[in-house]
């Protein structure tokens, strides 16, 4: 059956950066987009960004252009989330979402998400 | 300031029919297809309805979408107490070249 896994929760000081990670199993990797949401606590959804598993390529929301990189490593299976220069208002659980592939970008597969605390 | 409205909640009685509303704009529910998903409290949301109305399986036929102009909605019939959620329309925006979520409806069953 199809799953992603996530890393666990991290707690960083405003500055400083966090990567997520993403293990994704139970279809072939390089398939489907993969794309990137959070969800600080008791707000809505807010999406981040894609990534395309079998070349790399991405696109990223214009709010965090220049501020989040994606990644993978398809050999494992698992695609990634970097987030530089955190500041507290980046508090939020981050999830992974996998694109179902029918072209209206909708999210079949979530990874459990990650709360990333961000405090001094 | 989430680019597709919603009211922030809603409520119905066990039984009984509910609608939760969606507006957004030509750039985006105007032209692209709509998806709900329904997040249960502390849990990862899942996908309800893609491509407007298309149920995935194993979601149950008491979950309907539809879509006209640059407005969406989902009902829900035959109301129970499991569907107490959040619950969140999203869509593509040809403008900002993203996906965009509407701020989540909270629905509760009396």
């Known amino acids: 059956q199809v799953q992603l896994v996530q890393s666990g929760a991290e707690v960083k000081k405003p500055g400083a950066s966090v990567k997520v990670s993403c293990k994704t199993s139970g279809y072939t990797f390089t398939d489907y987009y993969l794309h990137w949401v959070r969800q600080a606590p008791g707000q809505g959804l807010e999406w981040m960004g894609w990534?395309?598993?079998?070349?790399?390529?991405?696109n990223y929301a214009q709010k965090f252009q220049g501020w989040v990189t994606m990644s993978r490593d398809t050999s494992i299976s698992t695609a990634y989330m970097e987030l530089i220069r955190l500041r507290p208002d980046d508090t939020a659980v981050y999830y992974c979402?996998?694109?179902?592939?029918?072209?209206?970008?909708?999210?079949?597969?979530w990874g459990q998400g990650t709360l990333v605390t961000v405090s001094s | 300031q989430s680019v597709l409205t919603q009211p922030p909640s809603a409520s119905g009685t066990p039984g009984q029919r509910v609608t939760i509303s969606c507006s957004g704009s030509s750039s985006n529910i105007g032209r692209n297809a709509v998806t709900w998903y329904q997040q249960l409290p502390g849990t990862a949301p899942k996908l309800l309805i893609y491509s407007n109305h298309q149920r995935p399986s194993g979601v149950p036929d008491r979950f309907s979408g539809s879509k006209s102009g640059t407005s969406a909605s989902l009902a829900i019939s035959g109301l129970q107490s499991e569907d107490e959620a959040d619950y969140s329309c999203?869509?593509?925006?040809?403008?900002?070249?993203?996906?965009?979520f509407g701020g989540g409806t909270k629905l509760t069953v009396l």
């Open positions: 999203a869509t593509w925006d040809d403008s900002l070249n993203g996906v965009v």
């Open positions: 990534i395309k598993p079998n070349t790399g390529d991405t």
């Open positions: 979402a996998r694109d179902e592939g029918y072209g209206d970008q909708a999210f079949d597969y």
